[in-house]
Structures are given as C-alpha cells and as structure tokens.
C-alpha cells in the first residue's frame, strides 16, 4: 500500500474537472479566461501549472485574476493561490502556486487575456505542471460555456448607402450607415474604404 518505503504516487489531473472557457469571442478585446484545476495529489509551492498553446493571445497584467479555491465539501473561497507569469513568445501561462495545493480540491482562476486581432479557431490548450512529474493533458470546454477558449469569431459588415439627389450637375451628398457584428475599437487600427465613387 501506500506505506511501502520510497512508494511515491504519481500525480494527474482529475480528468472531469480540469476545463477552461472564455467570456467573449470578439477580436482584439480583452476576453476572462477561467479555469479550474484539480490534481489527484498536493502540488507544492513553487511549481507550476503551465497552459499551452495560448495562440494569439496577449497579457497585459494591468488586472489582478480572480482566483479561489472549492474544497472538498464543495465550498468556494476567494484566494490568490498562485502567480501569473506570461511568456508571450512561447504563447504560454504559467500559474506558480504560492503555497501547497490540496488533494481533489478545485483551484479557480479568471485571467484576463487580449483577444488576437484576428479570427481564429480554438486552439488546442494543454495543462501541465512544471516542479513534479505530471502528465501534460488537455483542457476541455467547461459545461456552462458556450465558446470554446480564443475562439475569435470573424467579423462581418453591412451597409447602407443613399444619397441625396439624382440631378446632374447639384451637389450630392451620399450618405453611407455602416453594421458590424463585433466591436471595433481604436486598437484594431480598422479602416472602412468606399470604393466605386
């Protein structure tokens, strides 16, 4: 059992908990990444768990995530249990866990992330845990999400165009309304050309 000498258990996920979701899919925006995590055995302070393929996303780091902690009775805490540590060229988030973690119990994170500035499909996004051996695995869609992680939906457009007299020779002025299905803010640089004048 487990008291043999030297008998070390291997740690892993429980598999139907670790999920992650997101709460927008508009492109360039800041977008919450939440995740909840639950391991079989204590992960001690210091390691880390360690999202990969993070495509296209940026951290800013000007928001604290949210964070906390179920335990086994089912009983949400807010906690700051680790570190957020950003590597942008290797597109990954590490979460450096500031004491040691519980046995089965859920450690919630909300991390908020920039959209990519142009659609794209949902990545694959594995977990992992940097500090003990532990298999990388990867993250489902949580139930209550409705789109998966740095999913970027791809903007569409409509327009109306008008003006105001057909007579030769009279100035016109030509009026155009402008529809978009996502928001379209200054970081984007968006531009909207008229063509056919």
């Known amino acids: 059992g487990d008291a043999a000498p030297l008998k070390v258990r291997s740690g892993e996920f429980i598999l139907t908990r670790p999920c992650i979701g997101q709460s927008t899919s508009f492109l360039g925006v800041r977008n919450t990444i939440r995740l909840t995590l639950a391991t079989s055995i204590p992960v001690p302070a210091g390691a880390a768990f360690v999202l990969s393929g993070m495509a296209g996303a940026n951290y800013t780091g ?6 906390g902690v179920v335990d086994c009775g089912g009983t949400y805490t807010p906690q700051a249990w680790a570190r957020v540590v950003w ?13 040691d973690t519980q046995a089965l119990w859920q ?10 500035p142009l659609p794209q499909a949902s990545p694959d996004i594995y977990v992992g845990v940097d500090g003990i051996a532990f298999p990388r695995v990867p993250l489902s869609t949580c139930a209550n999400k409705t789109a998966p992680p740095l999913f970027v939906v791809r903007p569409r457009m409509t327009a109306l165009a008008c003006q105001s007299t057909a007579l030769p020779g009279v100035i016109n002025v ?7 299905s996502v928001p379209l803010l200054p970081t984007l640089k968006a531009r909207v050309g008229l ?3």
């Open 174 to 180: 030509v009026s155009v309304t402008l529809a978009t």
């Open 107 to 116: 450690y919630v994170a909300a991390v908020e992330l920039v959209n990519p």
């Open 87 to 99: 590597n942008g060229a290797a597109q990954t988030l590490r979460l450096v866990v500031l004491a």
């Open 195 to 197: 063509t056919g004048l």
């Open 62 to 67: 000007d928001t604290p995530p949210d964070m």
